[in-house]
């Protein structure tokens, strides 16, 4: 009688024990459900590009999700449009902490370091992320890492990236760009050339192409073609912009 007494109030002491557990579970995924609402509204005024409103609602979430990898990276995010980097990176570090493979945020610490002209540390970054075979868009790192050796001077390698990205994505107007730079920097101004006129077909609204064609055609002497490159940098570029100052003065330079 005694022994299933004693057992009997040992399983009576469990089952308040038990539903404590099963309440603090329910209030934890509660709390997840309610973070994760307000992290995708902050997700929602970021598409909207309401920066402002979607960090608001990111911090908010922060404080019932600290441990949310998507919630860091999209925190990053808002603080880069910003302008606020130093943020960002700390909030890119804590999502890939969280998420070793978590590439996407990898990427974005890269973009911010090379908006901090820290090239070394954005390299390291890209590197990582050129080994990942199931990577989906690699020629974005490949681009970014090219980026870095240009800014470094390192023209060979720039160039050696480049062609990498565009050996996955041969449209890909970054790396078009990025290697119509690198042979203007190099004094191949005709291949410089070649890539602009490829960047300008890839993207017919990316002003600062046509601008750098319209330079690339100068030095080649064909000044009728860059006069049209640049009466097009004018025409797709804001009236009062820096860019479009430089191409009316460019195009009235031309020695015609």
Same mark, same amino acid.
């Given at each position: 009688m005694k022994k299933w007494l004693t057992t009997a109030l040992l399983c009576a002491a469990l089952f308040p024990l038990t539903g404590c557990g099963a309440n603090k579970t329910a209030q934890q995924d509660d709390r997840h459900r309610q973070a994760t609402a307000i992290r995708q509204l902050g997700e929602a005024y970021l598409a909207e590009k309401n920066f402002t409103m979607a960090l608001a609602q990111f911090m908010k979430a922060e404080k019932m999700a600290p441990d949310d990898h998507l919630l860091h990276q999209d925190l990053g995010i808002a603080y880069m449009a910003k302008g606020q980097?130093?943020?960002?990176?700390?909030?890119?570090?804590?999502?890939?902490?969280?998420?070793?493979?978590?590439? @996407?945020?990898?990427?974005?610490?890269?973009?911010?370091?090379? @908006?901090? &002209?820290?090239?070394?540390?954005?390299?390291?970054?890209?590197?990582?992320?050129? !080994?990942?075979?199931?990577?989906?868009?690699?020629?974005?790192?490949?681009?970014?890492?090219?980026? %870095?050796?240009?800014?470094? !001077?390192?023209?060979?390698?720039?160039?050696r990236y480049y062609k990498e990205a565009l050996k996955v994505e041969p449209g890909f107007v970054n790396a078009l760009y990025g290697l119509g730079k690198t042979h203007m920097a190099t004094?191949?101004?005709?291949? %410089?050339? &070649?890539?602009?006129?490829?960047?300008?077909?890839?993207?017919?609204?990316?002003?600062?192409?046509?601008?750098?064609?319209?330079?690339?055609?100068?030095?080649?002497?064909?000044?009728?073609?860059?006069?049209?490159?640049?009466?097009?940098?004018?025409?797709?570029?804001?009236?009062?912009? &820096?860019?479009?100052?430089?191409?009316?003065?460019?195009?009235?330079k031309l020695p015609f």
């Amino acid at each position: 009688m005694k022994k299933w007494l004693t057992t009997a109030l040992l399983c009576a002491a469990l089952f308040p024990l038990t539903g404590c557990g099963a309440n603090k579970t329910a209030q934890q995924d509660d709390r997840h459900r309610q973070a994760t609402a307000i992290r995708q509204l902050g997700e929602a005024y970021l598409a909207e590009k309401n920066f402002t409103m979607a960090l608001a609602q990111f911090m908010k979430a922060e404080k019932m999700a600290p441990d949310d990898h998507l919630l860091h990276q999209d925190l990053g995010i808002a603080y880069m449009a910003k302008g606020q980097v130093a943020l960002a990176i700390p909030h890119f570090k804590k999502a890939i902490d969280i998420k070793p493979d978590f590439a @996407a945020a990898r990427n974005n610490l890269g973009a911010a370091y090379i @908006a901090l &002209e820290d090239w070394d540390a954005a390299i390291a970054c890209f590197e990582v992320l050129t !080994k990942d075979l199931l990577y989906a868009t690699p020629h974005y790192p490949l681009a970014n890492m090219a980026k %870095a050796y240009y800014e470094k !001077k390192n023209y060979g390698e720039a160039q050696r990236y480049y062609k990498e990205a565009l050996k996955v994505e041969p449209g890909f107007v970054n790396a078009l760009y990025g290697l119509g730079k690198t042979h203007m920097a190099t004094g191949t101004v005709k291949k %410089a050339a &070649e890539y602009f006129e490829r960047a300008t077909e890839a993207a017919p609204m990316l002003a600062d192409a046509h601008f750098e064609l319209g330079n690339a055609y100068r030095l080649l002497g064909d000044y009728a073609k860059a006069e049209k490159a640049f009466e097009r940098v004018v025409a797709l570029s804001p009236p009062q912009s &820096e860019l479009a100052r430089e191409a009316k003065e460019a195009r009235f330079k031309l020695p015609f």
